[in-house]
């Protein structure tokens, strides 16, 4: 799988020559039948059914002991010489590749036939590549490249063909040694001076000199794969491929062996490209050879080899699509197909322990992942190379998780320099992220700042990795693990708040570790938004919108497959349509990207956030605001306050787990029953919120008037405005100590984001003006009396439970489930009214207020010139309407449709805007994208991308009135006085309903005043003046 890939098995080469000698057979076969008085041997016959029945795995162990135990003839003499063959293959197989060392030995002591004695040097090699001796196997190749490479390629020597053949295959199992081993110079030599050499072997056979080109350019994929140039690596593997197939279809009449070995190599690079696919983080690829793989699997004859590839591969595909438990599967699968050479590997069992390990680790079971990693035996028995290195770093991380530290640390430090001068890849995330995590573990257990600031240390590269992989473009954080990474971001951050002050960890580390920790596709495309405003050289504004354009596309196209992938019921024929989509998408960002990066190698970065320092955030904050952070780490939550003036930092005794359950208590506490009618709201749970999150920093808080709280999970799921002084008492909400009545509050998801917002200095197009409202659904019932801006929840609750409806296909009857909104119309008339717009021609209602109508407004360039833009409609979630896979705005039917159109986030992502305010007057438009997303992942960060500096966003379902007093009443505030701010127009206008001054009285409950929340700049208008 992919962690594993580039490490222990770089290419599907090396799984098939680390099978146990998998070219026994035809190789067997071809030596025995050429050396004069062998072929008639009868033992040589019976090595030979030996060697395919192994490779079938159709002998038992017992057999397999009785053959390595029989008695040897007298040496010397070829009966001699071929039993030592009969008890190395018997030794290989079964795993006691002492056995075949031992066979070696003394056929160099009696054995007078070079070619078996070749063989038993090649076989003694692949014991000891099998056995984890790498260093020493790189021995026994190298004495046989002493003996026989150069030889093989003179054609003066007169070798015969099959003994040329041999030297091939050990000289492709050498490379292969040599990567695994660490140490690719070696490899690079073996390439370029006999692999890749102009004139090749000519005494080999055809085939044998082609597989040798293919296998070596497999090679070169994994060593591009394992320096971090995943690119190369995917380019190389398709070529070796392309290379394969085409000489397939011109090479003459093929023998059977050819011809099955032929397909083997096709599986090896099929499955391959599969992980280099992944490595990319181009899952639509990566599914598209797995569907390819399947295919040449069901053209061969099923081995138990065959599959292991199989499984192997839809083991890395379903770990890129988050589908742990399907992975983990798969993988037991891997294990139950392997023969036995391979069950009794110890170079096998490191390669299952590092497959199984972070598997089971990411089903959450931390304890028996670790007893998977110990099933490899001690690190001791193992000489070095990739696949030692890959299960200390996990062994070291996941144990360290387990407290158990042994001396783990000691020997990453002996292994560092392998990895300090590597470009930024899995190899160097790996090895940093399991320093990091252990070193902080550890300095936890030990109260040792010494190694927080080693943590911290380990921290810095792992940061600085990461964000070169984002900021590179493409998709490829995909190709990693989100789970594995935040056991490594929360180390860091924990750590820099543990080390602050010591050993040169300042503040800049905890800022860098808490904007990686924060760090979503939420924050990068509000970053790419602002960025259009600046220049970057050589890259005009429209290519760098058109390149942002393509990786939105490629993301959301890949993550379409994703979520099918997941899905029990997903459709052939959709997951079909959905990969093809998703890998002309990646391949147009590809393309678009290359050929930028020709006139301007800056424009990597269009991609990613940057961290701003703290020098950098208290330029842009006033003297009575404040910006204030949450971040969940383990079992506590981190929270930090900035003001213009100070910093402070606090470990809060506030689990996850806690936080989710008071959360719950306030959300539901705010749902209206189908009667539109709020409960009793759950007062103590709001008090206990403030208490744990605010009550630390009452002070530096005091004089803060504008507050932007930034958070995501379950603290960025409410409002913070609605959370109350734990001095509260009574039931009146009318007279109770919200936060909202002494502080004015933003939300943003990242200290980036808010800095990427506030750095935005567009001029204001303040008074224009234009909405989408009150649109034409077909079959809704006309709206009257208290509603919701949500699917009517009686026919949602029916319609979900009984219909038949696939991931993407819409229920027929969506119309009837969305009852109409003419109150909008009137609402977003009097906002035009309030902007000194026309409540007439910039308000598109009824069935003019269609999607495609919105997609005419942006291409046309009328919609950038807005400087508000609004849409009153029903809100829809995924989790909400049976086959949504995104979440959308309704909109009117297009001309001739029986059906609404919707708005989804693929369309919003697309639109051309410039808005200072995009109010979003439907309901649960701060949700996210998908279930268990991060809230304002959904809408609201496409709106962010398509160029909105502040969106007013609800948290839930409204109610239909108090929804349109809020935004109408906040628009005309906030026109109506020119000093007064964003966020100070909202705070007003809620006040005013929670007292109930002059609207009705229930709508002091929270439920009706709380529900929007402003995202964004606060503040009166972009690059105000402070």
């Not at 695994?180 to 005494?203: C, H, I, K």
């Not at 609004?870 to 001309?895: D, S």
């Not at 005013?992 to 002059?998: F, K, N, S, T, V």
Request: charged share 20%; glycine share 6%.
């Amino acid at each position: 799988m992919s962690w594993v890939n580039a490490f222990a098995l770089a290419t599907g080469a090396a799984l098939l020559q680390l099978s146990g000698c998998a070219n026994a057979p035809s190789g067997v076969n071809r030596v025995l039948g050429q050396i004069p008085g062998v072929s008639v041997a009868v033992d040589a016959n019976e090595v030979k059914s030996i060697a395919e029945r192994m490779e079938n795995d159709e002998l038992s162990e017992q057999e397999l002991k009785e053959i390595e135990e029989r008695p040897l003839p007298t040496p010397p003499g070829v009966s001699y010489e071929v039993a030592l063959l009969r008890r190395a293959i018997a030794a290989l197989a079964r795993g006691n590749n002492q056995g075949v060392v031992d066979a070696r030995g003394l056929m160099l002591r009696h054995g007078k036939n070079p070619d078996l004695q070749y063989m038993l040097d090649a076989m003694a090699a692949q014991a000891e590549m099998l056995r984890g001796n790498l260093q020493t196997a790189l021995r026994y190749f190298q004495t046989i490249e002493q003996k026989l490479y150069a030889d093989a390629r003179d054609q003066t020597k007169n070798l015969p063909p099959a003994s040329v053949d041999q030297i091939l295959v050990a000289l492709s199992s050498h490379v292969v040694a040599a990567v695994m081993a660490a140490q690719p110079e070696v490899a690079d030599r073996l390439l370029t001076n006999y692999v890749e050499r102009q004139g090749g072997f000519p005494a080999a056979r055809p085939y044998m000199r082609h597989a040798l080109a293919v296998n070596g350019m497999a090679s070169r994929a994994s060593l591009a794969t394992i320096r971090g140039d995943y690119e190369a690596g995917y380019s190389l593997t398709s070529r070796a491929v392309t290379l394969h197939r085409t000489w397939l279809k011109s090479a003459n009449q093929l023998s059977e062996q050819d011809a099955r070995a032929a397909r083997m190599l096709e599986l090896m690079l099929v499955s391959a490209l599969v992980d280099m696919s992944v490595n990319r983080g181009d899952l639509a690829t990566a599914r598209m050879h797995l569907d390819e793989l399947r295919s040449v699997a069901g053209a061969v004859k099923s081995t138990k080899r065959v599959e292991a590839m199989v499984s192997q591969a839809e083991t890395a595909f379903l770990v890129a699509a988050g589908d742990y438990a399907g992975a983990l599967s798969a993988f037991q699968r891997v294990k139950s197909s392997q023969i036995l050479s391979q069950r009794n590997s110890p170079l096998v069992r490191v390669s299952n322990a590092i497959n199984a390990g972070p598997l089971i680790l990411l089903t959450g079971q931390p304890r028996e992942a670790l007893s998977a990693l110990y099933e490899a035996g001690p690190l001791d028995q193992f000489q070095d190379g990739y696949n030692k290195d890959s299960l200390l770093m996990w062994i070291a991380s996941i144990g360290a998780l387990n407290d158990r530290y042994d001396d783990h640390l000691a020997r990453l430090e002996r292994i560092e320099s392998r990895y300090s001068r590597l470009p930024a890849g899995k190899a160097v995330l790996m090895f940093y992220g399991a320093k990091a995590v252990a070193y902080h573990k550890r300095g936890v257990s030990s109260n040792s700042a010494q190694d927080q600031v080693r943590a911290v240390e380990a921290g810095r590269r792992f940061s600085a990795a990461l964000r070169q992989i984002r900021s590179s473009g493409g998709t490829r954080e995909a190709a990693y693990a989100p789970p594995l990474m935040q056991f490594v971001k929360e180390a860091y951050l924990s750590a820099a708040v543990a080390a602050q002050g010591r050993g040169g960890v300042s503040v800049a580390d905890l800022l860098d570790a808490l904007t990686l920790l924060q760090t979503s596709d939420t924050d990068d495309d509000i970053a790419a938004a602002a960025l259009r405003q600046k220049q970057i050289p050589g890259v005009t504004a429209t290519q760098l919108r058109q390149l942002q354009d393509l990786q939105q596309a490629a993301r959301g196209a890949q993550r379409k497959v994703s979520e099918l992938s997941r899905s029990a019921d997903a459709d052939p024929a959709q997951m079909s349509a959905f990969v093809s989509e998703a890998a002309a998408s990646s391949d147009r960002l590809s393309r678009y990207l290359t050929e930028l990066q020709r006139g301007a190698p800056s424009v990597a970065q269009a991609f990613g956030a940057t961290t701003p320092t703290l020098a950098d955030i208290q330029a842009r904050l006033g003297a009575q605001e404040g910006l204030l952070s949450f971040a969940s780490i383990g079992e506590q939550t981190f929270a930090m306050l900035i003001t213009k003036t100070g910093i402070e930092q606090r470990m809060l005794a506030l689990s996850p787990s806690e936080a989710k359950a008071l959360v719950k208590k306030v959300r539901d506490s705010v749902t209206f029953n189908d009667a539109v009618q709020a409960p009793a709201f759950d007062v103590e749970a709001s008090k206990a919120l403030h208490g744990k999150l605010l009550g630390w920093a009452a002070r530096p808080l005091s004089g803060v008037r504008l507050l932007t709280v930034i958070s995501s999970g379950t603290l960025g799921s409410i409002p913070f405005s609605l959370l109350l002084e734990p001095s509260a008492s009574g039931n009146d909400y009318r007279t109770m100590p919200w936060l909202i009545r002494s502080t004015a509050v933003t939300h943003m998801p990242s200290l980036a984001s808010w800095y990427a917002v506030s750095s935005n200095t567009t001029p204001v197009r303040s008074g224009s003006f234009i909405a989408w409202a009150d649109p034409d659904f077909s079959g809704a019932a006309t709206g009257s009396g208290t509603s919701t801006r949500a699917l009517r929840k009686a026919v949602r609750a029916a319609d979900s439970r009984g219909l038949e409806v696939r991931p993407g296909q819409l229920p027929a009857n969506l119309g009837a489930m969305l009852p109409a909104l003419p109150e909008t119309k009137t609402e977003a008339q009097a906002v035009a009214r309030a902007l000194r717009a026309s409540s007439q021609t910039d308000v598109v209602a009824g069935a003019q207020a269609t999607r495609s109508s919105v997609i005419r407004a942006s291409q046309s360039g009328a919609l950038a010139q807005k400087g508000v833009v609004m849409f009153a409609t029903h809100g829809l979630a995924p989790a909400q309407v049976p086959g949504l896979l995104q979440p959308a705005l309704a909109m009117a039917r297009e001309p001739g449709s029986t059906q609404p159109s919707l708005l989804q986030l693929d369309d919003v992502v697309g639109l051309r805007l410039n808005a200072d305010w995009v109010l979003l007057s439907a309901c649960n438009t701060a949700s996210a994208d998908r279930a268990g997303g991060d809230a304002m992942s959904g809408l609201a960060r496409g709106f962010f991308f398509a160029g909105a500096r502040s969106l007013l966003v609800t948290h839930w379902e409204v109610e239909s009135e108090s929804a349109a007093a809020i935004t109408t009443k906040t628009m005309e505030r906030f026109a109506a006085n020119p000093r007064l701010s964003r966020a100070q127009a909202l705070q007003e206008t809620s006040v005013e309903l929670m007292e109930a001054r002059r609207t009705s009285p229930e709508w002091s409950h929270p439920a009706f005043w709380a529900a929007y929340a402003l995202v964004g700049d606060g503040r009166r208008s972009v690059g105000a003046a402070r």
